[in-house]
């Protein structure tokens, strides 16, 4: 008992560690995405913003620094002959695991806890964060700025109006395409700005552009855009998609799915009786969002079930390269992270997404197929 509490002072030193290191390490990286996005808004917004960035970095942080703590624990332990003193006395390699297994335990309760409940909240007050800072900053610009950014929209002017701040003079606007269809670059000589809750208003005097309604050029036009569209990756009816819903709101709109695509069907079949097919992709439009939700919430367990995996992985790469160095052991472990990560976000994601394999195949199969290499080498690892 003394040694396994040894063992997981050990791992919980190294996990610890291992995890303050990869944050310490994506901090400036975090801080400079932050700056990015948040556009022109003031140091303390970036600061309040970084935070939330962070947090949806840590559901991937803690299995990865689970498994360098295993390895570099287990492969210390092997390395000065420790393991082979506790095969010597009698003991069963599998109970040294206990701790391992401990530890990951709780790192993996709490993956899952951070999936399934808190970090879709943290990522609906982010997006929300993120839209009022930028209207904030653009709806108070500094007298003696002269350029404007929004995501696709852009403005440069030469000087501002020093009694009308809002207008700006001598201007290169770049505009996004909106419902009219108007986009393209457009030269003013004056521009006026004006703001509400949801949209801005742009006023051009004077100009011409490449987009198709001011080729010729003009003495007076207005665009009118969406605020939310200007600064914001995601508008507010996109807080339905997977990952802002909790594991339970995840529940009820698959409920809901569940209800209507039965409906559906059946209204596709009476199109059909009367000879007026179904247009292509009808049924697609109630199956492909279940086939996202489905996914998302067997992905958010495995992802916990993550941890467990990684023990066997971490312990059989510690013990097996204790004759290499620690660099080397280490070099390996991230590999597997690497690998399974790609595996199990990228290509079971897309194939379960897309319906080529069912969604719990795409959530559960990188994981089963790494956990039965991890029970190989943790077997093999034991024999030698």
């Known amino acids: 008992m003394k040694f396994h509490r040894y063992i997981l002072g050990q791992l919980l030193t190294g996990f610890?560690?291992?995890?303050?290191?990869?944050?310490?390490?994506?901090?400036?990286?975090?801080?400079?995405?932050?700056?990015?996005?948040?556009?022109?808004?003031?140091?303390?917004?970036?600061?309040?913003?970084?935070?939330?960035?962070?947090?949806?970095?840590?559901?991937?942080?803690?299995?990865?620094?689970?498994?360098?703590?295993?390895?570099?624990?287990?492969?210390?332990?092997?390395?000065?002959?420790?393991?082979?003193?506790?095969?010597?006395?009698g003991i069963n390699p599998l109970r040294m695991l206990l701790p391992a297994l401990l530890l990951a335990g709780g790192a993996g309760a709490g993956v899952y806890a951070l999936n399934a409940e808190i970090l879709p909240r943290l990522k609906v007050y982010e997006k929300t964060f993120q839209l009022e800072v930028l209207k904030s900053a653009v709806q108070?610009?500094?007298?003696?700025?002269t350029e404007v950014e929004m995501g696709d929209?852009?403005?440069?002017?030469?000087?501002?109006d020093p009694d009308r701040p809002e207008i700006f003079y001598d201007?290169?606007?770049?505009?996004?395409?909106?419902?009219?269809?108007?986009?393209?670059?457009?030269?003013?000589?004056?521009?006026?700005?004006?703001?509400?809750?949801?949209?801005?208003?742009?006023?051009?005097?004077?100009?011409?552009?490449?987009?198709?309604?001011?080729?010729?050029?003009?003495?007076?036009?207005?665009?009118?855009?969406?605020?939310?569209?200007?600064?914001g990756e995601t508008?507010?009816?996109?807080?339905?998609?997977?990952?802002?819903?909790?594991?339970s709101q995840l529940l009820e709109s698959l409920a809901k799915l569940?209800?209507?695509?039965?409906r559906a069907r059946v209204q596709a079949a009476y199109l059909e009786a009367l000879g007026a097919p179904p247009p292509e992709g009808f049924l697609e439009r109630w199956q492909r969002p279940r086939r996202r939700l489905l996914y998302a919430w067997h992905q958010r367990m495995a992802n916990g079930a993550t941890c467990l995996m990684f023990v066997l992985v971490g312990v059989s790469t510690g013990v097996m390269l204790r004759k290499g160095t620690q660099l080397s052991a280490?070099?390996?472990?991230?590999?597997?992270?690497?690998?399974?990560?790609?595996?199990?976000?990228?290509?079971?994601?897309?194939?379960?997404?897309?319906?080529?394999?069912?969604?719990?195949?795409?959530?559960?199969?990188?994981?089963?197929?790494?956990?039965?290499?991890?029970?190989?080498?943790?077997?093999?690892?034991?024999?030698e």
Request: neutral net charge; charged residues 15%.
């Open 16 to 89: 610890l560690f291992s995890a303050a290191g990869m944050v310490f390490i994506a901090m400036p990286g975090m801080a400079v995405a932050a700056v990015h996005r948040l556009g022109g808004a003031g140091t303390i917004a970036v600061l309040e913003f970084v935070p939330l960035m962070a947090a949806v970095f840590v559901p991937y942080v803690l299995p990865v620094a689970l498994l360098l703590a295993l390895v570099s624990t287990y492969g210390r332990l092997a390395a000065q002959n420790e393991w082979t003193a506790i095969r010597m006395a």
């Open 140 to 145: 108070s610009l500094s007298r003696g700025k």
């Open 153 to 160: 929209f852009f403005l440069s002017s030469t000087m501002r």
């Open 171 to 231: 201007c290169y606007i770049q505009l996004p395409a909106g419902e009219d269809g108007e986009s393209g670059g457009i030269m003013a000589d004056a521009v006026r700005f004006e703001f509400d809750d949801s949209t801005l208003t742009a006023h051009l005097y004077g100009g011409r552009g490449s987009a198709a309604a001011f080729e010729g050029g003009f003495d007076y036009a207005k665009v009118v855009r969406d605020l939310d569209e200007l600064v």
């Open 235 to 247: 508008k507010r009816h996109d807080f339905r998609s997977a990952r802002y819903q909790t594991s």
């Open 258 to 262: 569940d209800e209507d695509e039965p």
């Open 330 to 383: 280490l070099a390996v472990a991230v590999g597997y992270a690497m690998v399974y990560w790609i595996t199990s976000l990228r290509l079971g994601k897309q194939l379960a997404q897309s319906g080529t394999i069912e969604a719990w195949v795409g959530a559960w199969g990188p994981l089963a197929v790494f956990s039965v290499v991890g029970v190989w080498l943790t077997l093999r690892a034991f024999r």
